[in-house]
């Protein structure tokens, strides 16, 4: 139970770009939370990708603007320049994800104690979970494996988010979980990049939408992954 809601929404974006600040822009409008997963040694950076036909910008903010951009929100790991976690030795596995923990607590100035594992694929194993388990401060770590339902999990280390948001049953999940009734503590994760809505994968328009389907529920939880995974805000 969350505050005594059983029922809870968190939302989680990876890599810092810059349609990062479009995309809170939405979800404070509509008293939605969500966490932030970058890379502190691309910051800054610039550069286009091509997805999904077109040309986007996948240009990183700035260090000294994180603070201030996710100010409400909550920022994590996504490591130090977004490697597949699997093929480096432990030591690496540690420097990238400690470092970069290190690195954005300083850029936020509280602690961070969330995680993405980046890359697509297979981006994370056992060996991967025990390393960061027993090496680092990171405490949860979110997947890119969707579990299209909304119940707990044990293990905070391979964490599998709802629904990736360009999945074309996105939103048919989300009015599952809008009419689901139970008594079971009920987790709605979203999770995606936001330079996807300028691909056109998902149209910031229903995005915005289904934002404002998920706002304003009396019964709801809203929260960052701190908030709905470990039950604690932020220090």
Not at 37 to 48: M, T, V
Not at 55 to 72: C, F, L, M, S, W
Not at 110 to 128: L, Q, S
Not at 141 to 147: D, E, F, P, V, Y
Request: glycine fraction near 8%; aromatic fraction near 10%; hydrophobic fraction near 35%.
């Amino acid at each position: 139970m969350w505050n005594g809601k059983n029922k809870a929404i968190t939302f989680s974006f990876d890599d810092g770009v810059r349609q990062d600040i479009r995309l809170i822009e939405i979800l404070n409008r509509y008293g939605l939370k969500g966490t932030f997963n970058l890379n502190s040694q691309l910051l800054g950076q610039e550069r286009a990708l091509e997805r999904n036909g077109r040309i986007v910008r996948h240009d990183k903010v700035n260090p000294e603007e994180v603070a201030t951009i996710y100010q409400g929100h909550e920022i994590a790991v996504h490591t130090l320049t977004h490697p597949n976690l699997t093929r480096l030795s432990e030591e690496e596995i540690v420097y990238q994800v400690e470092k970069d923990r290190e690195n954005l607590s300083n850029l936020c100035g509280y602690e961070v104690v969330g995680m993405a594992y980046p890359c697509g694929g297979v981006n994370h194993d056992d060996r991967v979970v025990k390393i960061i388990a027993e090496n680092t401060g990171v405490r949860y770590a979110r997947t890119i494996t969707s579990t299209h339902d909304f119940k707990p999990q044990d293990c905070l280390l391979k964490f599998n988010p709802s629904v990736f948001y360009i999945e074309s049953d996105f939103e048919k999940i989300v009015d599952e979980f809008l009419g689901l009734q139970s008594d079971e503590p009920q987790l709605l994760y979203i999770w995606g990049h936001s330079f996807e809505m300028d691909a056109e994968y998902i149209h910031w328009e229903t995005f915005e939408n289904i934002c404002k389907k998920l706002s304003g529920h009396g019964d709801f939880f809203y929260g960052t992954n701190r908030e709905v995974l470990l039950k604690e805000s932020l220090a």
